[in-house]
């Protein structure tokens, strides 16, 4: 299993990035998807994760729900995350990580990741 993010960068407060994770060494129907990010000093956190296409549960940070929006392209075996709204709380570095359970975005409990990608909100 290996996982791809990009998409990360420089962007101002209000603004938008879509990340991006492609994965390979697996097909990614049925698993759970999400993006955890780690800001500086900070523990590692859940961010957005979605269940298997068959079940279409998504979980959200509350202070990213209504701003961000995770999606999932089983075809392509990516997935992605779309931020509107940015806001300088919002810098981190981001990962992609994967799990064949659902384990509702917990951090501890996901066990395929990828590296991060950072993103920068600031004026």
């Known amino acids: 299993v290996q996982l791809q993010a990009s998409g990360g960068g420089l962007v101002q407060p209000g603004g938008s990035l879509r990340l991006s994770c492609k994965a390979s060494g697996f097909s990614l129907d049925f698993w759970t998807i999400g993006w955890f990010r780690q800001a500086p000093g900070k523990e590692r956190e859940g961010v957005s994760c979605m269940r298997s296409t068959a079940d279409s549960e998504r979980y959200y940070l509350p202070s990213v729900e209504g701003r961000f929006t995770i999606s999932r392209d089983n075809a392509e075996n990516s997935w992605y995350l779309q931020m509107n709204n940015l806001k300088s709380e919002d810098t981190a570095v981001y990962y992609c990580?994967?799990?064949?359970?659902?384990?509702?975005?917990?951090?501890?409990?996901?066990?395929?990741w990828g590296k991060g990608t950072l993103v920068t909100v600031s004026s």
């Open positions: 990580a994967t799990d064949p359970l659902w384990v509702a975005c917990d951090v501890n409990k996901m066990n395929f």
